[in-house]
């Protein structure tokens, strides 16, 4: 059976150039890149710094601002922790819109250390509302240091934050900017030198690398004030403990480099993917509803769409999938059990169209073409009938 898959928001397949790099470095530089009295850790060693030193150029950053972790949660949980305990924030301003790795690790820092958090109201189709946000900013600046946390591109809607303008009231308001860019990197452009962030994250499996990677960027001036969260070796500048995953840091800076090397071009094709997705689904279901500026192109990442299904069923995306199309509800940790709904089409449904519809994200990825967005479409049209 031919299949779609149409779920690369969740995760993307891994380029066999990126498999290839693995592969040799599990196989012959398996040395402890702590060993550096031996060739075998040196060599580790040199890898690690010389992926360190790709990354740092893919994204215009320092080298030593790229703080390699075990995921992108373990990199927003680092973040969010680190700016709390050694950062001494009290108070972070955030959105109903975030992954769970920042909703619950600011959820459990207001349990644990007091943290006030704030959450920025949400405007029609998910738009952060920067006049709460700078109302908010104003209530609190002189009372407490604040981290405001929004993510750049939301991974359920694709919806872009406008993130100078979110800097600009940072600056204004002395406050930290750290931002879950964990749908951008690799996917969209993003210039550490020219950014308003202080910190970001990234995950190499959203961009054509291996599960278990991830990074974070800390802006220089901060690097030397952050403690680690995992005690022991002292590895990644004393800030994250534990011998380094050589393998997966080599795959994640092959793939950032492959990702970032074509981006344009890259970018160029899935949106228009996007765009003709969107003329079929016009035609084929009429009353169709785009969720959040999905459809938006210049306002969305061009690799997700969401949008409702005129009918209620739960059962939806489980149809697609025995007819070869694999799309989700939104988040993956929503997906577990079918019945979840997604918190983020929750917060922007001010219509109630969810008691009669089923949403649906669709995401793009490199490997996609029309073949796949026109099993979709027969999919829906077998569904329909
Ligand atoms: N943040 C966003 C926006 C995501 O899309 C994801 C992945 O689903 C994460 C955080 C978590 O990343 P990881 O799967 O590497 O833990």
Redesign the pocket.
Known sequence: MKRAYLDN??TTPVRSEVIKVMGNTLRYSFGNPSSTQHSYGREARSIIEESRIRIAKNIKAYPSEIIFTS???EA?NIILRSAVIDLKVQCILTSPLE?Y?VLQTVSDLSYRYKVLVEFIKIEDKGIIDLNHLEMVLKKNFTKRRILVSL?YAN?EIGNLLEIDKVGILCKKYNTYFHS?T??IIGNYPINMKKSPLDFATA?A??FYGPKGI?FVFIREKFVKKIKPLITGGNQEYGIRSGTENVYGIVGLSKALHLACCNLTNHMEKILNLKLYCISELKKTIPNIVFNGLSDTPDKSVPTILNIFYPKKDHLLYFHLDLMGVSISNG??CNSIGFKNISHVIKSIDNKNLLKDMTPIRISFGFFNNKKDVDLLIKAFNKIKN
């Open positions: 928001a969740a995921c992108g949660t927003n992954h790795s993510m991974n879950d964990i749908q995950s499996h959203k991830g988040s993956s």
